[in-house]
Structure formats: C-alpha cells, structure tokens
T-cell receptor
Framework: NAGVTQTPKFQVLKTGQSMTLQCAQDMNHNSMYWYRQDPGMGLRLIYYSASEGTTDKGEVPNGYNVSRLNKREFSLRLESAAPSQTSVYFC????????????FGSGTRLTVV | QKEVEQNSGPLSVPEGAIASLNCTYSDRGSQSFFWYRQYSGKSPELIMSIYSNGDKEDGRFTAQLNKASQYVSLLIRDSQPSDSATYLCAVSGGSYIPTFGRGTSLIVHP
C-alpha cells in the first residue's frame, strides 16, 4: 500500500547511545518532515526537506541530524541520546500540488533511559 | 512565534449530538487551516482543510473559518463513538510550515 513507512516502531536506548530513524515514502512526494509528539505539547517540527538535497531546521532541531538520502528516504539521527528525547517521532510527506496535506507514518516510540 | 490554541478537553458529547471543536491562532497572515484526527496510539490523519472564510462541509464534518476573529472550528454532526479521538488544528501562512495546536480530546459516549 502507498504511504509513509517508518522503522523501527519501538526503541529503547541508553543515554549517550546513537540511532537512526528511517522513513520512506512511495508517493513521489517532494517534501518530507520529521515531527516529535510529547504529551501536552502537540506536534513539533524537528527538520524538514523541501526537496531532494535540501534540509532545513524546524522548531526543535537540537540534538538531531537528518539526511535526505534520495527522493524517497529521509532519516533522522540521534547522535547521543538524552532522556529529553523520549518521545513519539512521526515522519510525514506532502504532495507539491496540495502543500501541507500531510500523510504521516505510523510513528516510532522512543524511550531513552 | 506563531501560536495555535486549542482546549485540551476532554470534550464529552452523547452519541448523535453535534461536537464542536475550536481553535484560535495568532498570526493574522495565516492562509491555510487543517484539521487532523488522531486515534490513541496512532498517527494523525487529515480530515479537513479550509482556506476561505465561511463553512466547508464534507459528510458529517463542517469546518468553519473566521479570519477576522482568528478562529477555526470543526463541527461533527451525528457524533459516533468511533469519532472519539484527539483532533489537531494546524495553521500555516503561504509557504511556511504549519503550526499544530496541542489537540482537543473528544469522547463520544453511547
């Protein structure tokens, strides 16, 4: 089925460990986004990529890096995980003809202990 | 700082009633308005968008926009228990990335 695929679905990390969250879309969308969602905080933008080869910071980029590997894939990396990065992470994409009509992935629930 | 405010709820309505969800925003230049539904433990899904003042209807859902008063609302007619979810309001202006509200929890009880 067409959509946005995220892996892994769940992850537990120790403080200081690193990991990469993977996201891929098969809808030929140009723009892709990474959000985090915390209780009572809503969705906050971490990074986004308007097109292949470009990335920009969002509201909460500190502690994260991203890579737009190709048009389909947009990964989020935590170099040294901290308990404050415990959250649910969503990847999203939207079509150029209807900007901000997001399709979200199923999310990654990350716990940093 | 662009702000989008929603009452966190929960908003509890009986089955068959009209649920009214409200959202206010701070940026007068905002042009695009979205409502997403998020079931517990799931990802958000887009249910409505609205760009012009007035009402926009889609099945049991009606989005209402009043730019002068800077609010947007979502009405759900004939509410069903399956409508129980958190509803997120998102607002953007031109090309800038939408700002999301914190969401309103809706409970529809039989």
């Amino acid at each position: 089925n067409a959509g946005v695929t995220q892996t892994p679905k769940f992850q537990v990390l120790k403080t200081g460990q690193s990991m990469t969250l993977q996201c891929a879309q098969d809808m030929n969308h140009n723009s892709m986004y990474w959000y985090r969602q915390d209780p009572g905080m809503g969705l906050r933008l971490i990074y986004y990529s308007a097109s292949e080869g470009t990335t920009d910071k969002g509201e909460v980029p500190n502690g994260y890096n991203v890579s737009r590997l190709n048009k389909r894939e947009f990964s989020l990396r935590l170099e040294s995980a901290a308990p404050s990065q415990t959250s649910v992470y969503f990847c999203a994409s939207d079509p150029p003809e209807v900007t901000h009509y997001y399709t979200f992935g199923s999310g990654t629930r990350l716990t940093v202990v | 700082q662009k702000e989008v405010e929603q009452n966190s709820g929960p908003l509890s309505v009986p089955e068959g009633a009209i649920a009214s969800l409200n959202c206010t925003y701070s940026d007068r230049g905002s042009q695009s308005f979205f409502w997403y539904r998020q079931y517990s433990g799931k990802s958000p899904e887009l249910i409505m968008s609205i760009y012009s003042n007035g009402d926009k209807e889609d099945g049991r859902f009606t989005a209402q926009l009043n730019k002068a008063s800077q609010y947007v609302s979502l009405l759900i007619r004939d509410s069903q228990p399956s409508d129980s979810a958190t509803y997120l309001c998102a607002v953007s202006g031109g090309s800038y990335i939408p700002t999301f509200g914190r969401g309103t929890s809706l409970i529809v009880h039989p």
